[in-house]
């Protein structure tokens, strides 16, 4: 049978999901101007495909234009069909970005930095997912052994990468039963999002194409470990120098970088909703496990939301291009473009308000009490859903860096997502994010 080869162009959603229509790779170029038609009700389908509450019912039309610096075309192994995908912004008719286009919101984030501090955001993501055939084996952590049973796949996975534009970074067995990690090389502005989201998605291709079934849900078991998104920042000038470390800073950080910080941890308990967005989330996001519960700065400290990454004098890579500060409270339930939207918008934030750099911990703050914690200025996170969802709803600053209307929007999103999880066993929420990430 013949085959006509497609070209998807897609935008991540709400839903954490990477939603689009095919249109013939020979229509590529008029398509950058055309676009696809695009719903506005279809920011309401959860990740378990039941279209929470919507404003728009079924009323509107959209255009998702495709930007063709993300193009993804990969030639697969002998037989397949070969991967085509294009990102790309979702757009009012008149070409005014739609409100709920996360691309286009993570866009104006990185404005707003750049209006504000002068400088470019410099990031990568970190994730680990887990092998849905590979979670009955044990002692297999860090080895040599379970890398190279996984050769062929963590190999394609690079190829793959490369393939896309994506610069491969590492690739690990991590800790976890069937658990891997894969991290992108870092890159500039909303790029940085544009190859989380790819690098998920070739992850997804080359995992089935093995007949490998992957999951990046936050947590499958709360007796096991999570599946964490690492974010990496560090930011640049106009001319491209590094400007987040500063030998003489607190905890080596500049001024800018400081207060970004700062910003992030103050907000965070506003931003997790978006960053750590699933039920399931809050499994995770509890002590010793190396994920985030409090609104904490670490050093050398990896039960921290933000970790200040080491820097080591024998690199070859000077130590201030390596200083990096790391995202930890987030997870692959969330959009990337719009997790790094909510990231960035609480660091300006932060330096809009000049906050001073917070001290950085290095002990159990689990054993520390509500008064304690709060003497030394630290927040437990919200520890469901709903409770992020609140603080979400109820933080009028933070509710002004989305466009208007996306709070209620995101919040009856989620609220559908919830619902359809009513009535079921922590076991049975468990799998159907297992099923659906
Ligand atoms: N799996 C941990 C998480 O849920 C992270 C472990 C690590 O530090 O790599 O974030
Ligand atoms: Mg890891």
């Known amino acids: 049978m013949r085959r006509e080869e497609m070209m998807v162009a897609c935008c991540g959603d709400l839903s954490g999901k990477v939603r689009g229509k095919a249109f013939p790779v020979s229509q590529f170029d008029k ?20 279209i929470a509450d919507s404003p728009f019912g079924s009323l509107g039309d959209l255009v998702l234009i495709p930007d063709p610096a993300t193009r993804v075309s990969i030639e697969s192994e002998a037989g397949a069909p070969n991967e085509n995908f294009v990102l790309g912004n979702i ?36 994730h680990e997912f887990q092998i849905k055939q590979l979670t009955g084996e044990i002692g297999k952590a860090f080895t040599l052994a379970a890398f190279q049973e996984e050769r062929h796949f963590c190999e394609a996975v690079v190829a793959a990468m490369r ?71 560090s930011m640049l000038d106009d001319a491209g120098t590094p400007v987040t470390h500063d030998p ?17 941890l103050k907000y965070l308990d506003a931003i997790i909703a978006i960053t750590a967005p699933s039920v399931v989330s809050y ?8 994920s985030a ?55 300006v934030q932060g330096i809009e308000e000049r906050l001073p ?34 603080r979400f709803e109820g933080n009028p600053v933070v509710r002004d860096w989305f466009p208007a209307g996306f709070t209620e929007v995101y919040v009856k999103h989620k609220k559908g997502e919830i619902a359809y999880l009513d009535g079921k066993t922590q076991g049975e929420i468990c799998a159907a994010y297992e099923a659906v990430y």
């Open 31 to 50: 398509r950058l101007k055309r676009g696809v038609g695009w719903t506005p009700t279809n920011v309401q389908i959860t990740c378990f495909d039941a």
């Open 91 to 126: 757009r009012y008719l008149d070409g005014r970005p739609w409100e709920f286009c996360t691309r286009s919101i993570l866009e104006a984030a990185l404005a707003r930095l750049k209006t504000v501090a002068g400088v470019t955001l410099y990031g990568a993501f970190e």
């Open 163 to 233: 393939d896309a534009g994506v610069t491969p970074d590492t690739i690990l067995k991590e800790f976890g039963a069937g658990q891997f990690e894969v991290t992108m090389g870092p890159q500039k502005g909303v790029t940085i999002a544009d190859h989380s989201l790819v690098t998920r998605e070739i992850v997804g291709l080359v995992a089935r194409e093995l007949g490998y079934d992957p999951t990046f849900t936050p947590i499958r078991d709360p007796a096991g470990v999570g599946n964490g998104v690492h974010v990496h920042l």
């Open 248 to 264: 003489q800073g607190k905890h080596e950080l500049s001024d800018v970088a400081g207060m970004f910080v700062a910003g992030i």
């Open 283 to 290: 499994l995770r996001l509890t002590p010793h496990r190396w």
């Open 293 to 347: 519960a409090f609104n904490n700065l670490g050093f050398r400290d990896r039960e921290a939301s933000v970790r200040i990454c080491p820097v080591s004098d024998i690199s070859d890579i000077a130590r201030a291009a390596q200083f990096n500060f790391e995202f930890r409270a987030a997870d692959a339930a969330a959009n990337p473009h719009l997790a790094l939207a909510a990231i960035v918008h609480a660091g």
């Open 357 to 390: 750099v917070p001290e950085a911990t290095q002990e159990d703050l689990s054993l520390l009490d509500a008064d304690a914690l709060a003497a030394r200025g630290f927040i437990r996170l919200p520890q469901t859903l709903e409770a992020a969802l609140e």
